[in-house]
């Protein structure tokens, strides 16, 4: 008796992971369809945009960059130069120093001209209070550039003081360290003037991996394709992420996240749900989950625009160590916002939201590395007791390599057809060869990763931001 | 043999699910052998065709250079141009080529004026690519349609103005936007009166693009835009208000006025603005009766206008909003009060312990 009823148990447990395993994939194969009618549509709709009126438009709206910097001395002055580059015409950069124990600040006033200014701050949100003050440049071709120099309280509480001091209609939120296309201003901002049947609260662009490409006075010089496989590998793992998911998630209205790396948003909404929250580690898509749950109880109509043009290119990580520490971070981040906004989980008053955005997300995003961990073990354990189905578990394992194959290659040509950003001969090779690779390269220490952010967010409370050592990007 | 005889028997024995996995398994080999095999070749094609485009956009180039210094005063076109508009002919009925040519001549366009700029017109009549820019007007697809009204912009072909104007309402906002442009280019403010029969939103980003061609013109000569004013459809409304602001349209003062009581709040909001600009006080004595019963957003731009528009007889009326909730009301009040009151202004510093208050006062006594 109880026999039988174990092995219903297993046979249970098996039908389960089954039904998992090709509900993940169909879900794949259709973001990966709906998102090749989105591109193909937006390149289509963006062969007529001319975007030199834009830049030049006096009535262009405001448009406040805000990039909070900790500790960045190394690469502090070139990356305000690039923030400071940007085409489009009326906008400012505010970059906020949240109480850097290195010279920072220093460099920043000696390079720029800064001198202390008198500031009258809208405290719509609550934040550490400022350290040595709020500066400007006495230089009129750095007339954009404000720096803030606060005492710590986190990448959040810095974007916050960003949204209490901006005077701009909208902000975008990026990274210090990431460089932006001269155009990259006029891309995002292009939804929030052009989509007239709803409000547009946010935009995210595509994030491209900036190791090996070559930097020329703030600028992207050089595409390189790197050659350490954890760089290669993430370059895939961006390109599948960006042009086979967010772009479709973009077309159903469900997207989720924006990265934290570079979004747009409307200021005023951003305010009125009370900014980033400083208690979370994934702040970048909490906002968003915040700002679209708000949005849909007030039964106001809204979209989460997506921009696939590469725009903001950032350093990723190049050795292990940090790499899992950013994936356990981003693990933690996800577990936070989902559970934050269990509410908005399968609640038909979301919509599309609640409906289809945050399930997809808690089963196939939060879920998956659990689940498949657990297959892991299941696996380990039949092999121990030997009882395991060399020809399922053989057949099955293979299927599964081919499909990442598969997609990987999908991805590829998807970005050669799109933008084509790896132009150089040979690369091509090496883009295929690490859609081989990859599920071995990279995958085991993400599985890794997320499996010791699930334990350290329930068993590790302390732990916070991981940490990034910038190398700096490769100068001509 | 025997290897291919276990497999089979193997594939025969086993579950039907293992047969499937299988049979997954080959489909997946089968698609991503020539998945690569056209990945290499589209990294290939692509290269080879920047080389093309490239070597096309020289020759076209060279030709077009010759076309326009082979022209002479006695003939319309000469014989040398003849010859060079026979070669693009043949060009022009490869869609490849095609593309190539117009890009070129839309850059020659684009950079030359005058006579020089007629003549490449001409070239593009003579080479039959107008044709092909009528046909696109009528194809079905909605980026054909676009394309077609971009190029007839482009070269300035004014002559099919109604067949543009076909799609005024057109489903498809970039089919829109080109009519939009093509009109406002070719017809400058005349043109603007596609706005009369525009059923369809224009956006933000669509009315920047047609003030920046508006911007781009040397006549500015503008009709009255009072019929915009009035306009049902509210995205005209604010089109109509960039241009009262821009073109300082003080005949229009009285429609300005009445849309202070218009339903949409952006418009209200908006005409707020341009009558500020336009230094209008009749506005603010009509807005200070019921601001107390208007929007946030409405009671915020009014206090702008009257950083603008303030008289010594406000200083009663100002005096209620300098304990304003609202922090830009409180600062444009307290702005106000002090250039109408210094005296009172500093004493509020004694009057008030509130510290954020206190820190404003400090700061516009400073600034």
Known sequence: MISTVAQIIIDLFHYLFFIYSISAIISYLILAYISAIETIEYKRKNSFVNYKEIMSSNISPSISIIAPAYNESLNIVENVRSLLSSHYVNYDVIIINDGSKDDSLQKLIEVYDLIEVDYLINEQIPTMPLRAGIFKSTNPAFEKLIIVDKENGGKADALNMGLNISKSKYVACIDVDCLLLEDSLQKMIKPFLEITDRTVIAAGGVIRISNSCIVKEGKLHDVNFPKKLIEQGQILEYIRAFLLGRMAWSRLNGLLVISGAFGLFDKKIAIQVGGYDKNTVGEDMELVVRMRGYMEEIKQKYKVAYIPDPLCWTEAPDNYKIFTSQRNRWTRGTIETLRKHRKIGFNPKYNILGMLSYPYWLFFERMAPVIEFVGILYFGILIITDKIKWDYAFAFIILAYLFTVFFSLIAIITEELTYHQYKKKGTGIHLITIAFLEPFVNHPFILYAAMRGNFDYYFNKKKKWGEMTRKGMAKA | ?367
């Open chain 2, 1 to 367: 043999m025997n290897i291919y005889n276990y497999l089979l028997d193997y594939i025969n024995d086993a579950a039907l699910i293992i047969q499937v996995a299988w049979a997954m398994t080959i489909l997946f080999i089968v698609i991503i052998i020539p998945l690569i095999i056209y990945l290499k070749y589209i990294r290939t094609h692509l290269r080879t065709q920047e080389r093309s485009i490239a070597v096309y956009e020289k020759k076209y180039e060279s030709y077009l250079i010759n076309y326009l210094y082979a022209g002479n005063e006695d003939e319309e076109i000469s014989k040398e141009q003849q010859v060079i508009i026979n070669q693009l002919k043949n060009s022009v009925q490869e869609p490849y080529k095609r593309k190539i040519l117009i890009s070129v001549l839309v850059k020659l366009q684009n950079e030359i004026s005058g006579e020089t700029a007629d003549s490449i017109q001409q070239l593009y009549f003579h080479t039959g690519l107008l044709q092909y820019a009528l046909y696109r007007l009528r194809h079905k697809k909605w980026y054909v349609i676009a394309k077609g009204i971009r190029e007839l912009k482009q070269f300035h072909i004014r002559e099919v103005q109604d067949e543009v104007m076909l799609h005024i309402n057109h489903p498809r906002r970039e089919v829109r936007k080109e009519m939009q442009l093509y009109m406002v280019n070719l017809f400058y403010f005349e043109g603007l009166h596609f706005l009369d029969q525009l059923e369809t939103p224009l956006s933000e980003w669509d009315q920047i693009q047609l003030l920046g061609a508006l911007e781009r013109l040397q006549s500015q000569n503008i009709f009255s835009v009072n019929s915009w004013l009035r306009s049902s459809n509210d995205s005209v409304v604010f089109f109509a208000l960039k241009l009262a602001k821009i073109y300082n349209q003080f005949d229009s003062v009285d429609e300005l006025l009445k849309l202070l009581h218009h339903s949409n709040e952006q418009v209200r909001i908006d005409s707020i603005g341009v009558l500020s600009y336009l230094d209008v006080l009749e506005a603010k004595e009509i807005l200070k009766l019921d601001i107390a019963h208007r929007s946030l957003d409405e009671k915020i731009a009014f206090f702008k206008m009257m950083e603008n528009l303030y008289q010594k007889t406000d200083e009663e009326f100002l005096v209620k909003y300098i304990h304003d909730e609202n922090f830009e009301i409180k600062v444009s009040a307290l702005k106000i009060f002090k250039k109408l009151n210094k005296e009172k202004f500093e004493s509020l510093k004694f009057e008030n312990a509130d510290p954020y208050f206190l820190r404003i006062v400090n700061f516009l006594e400073n600034n």
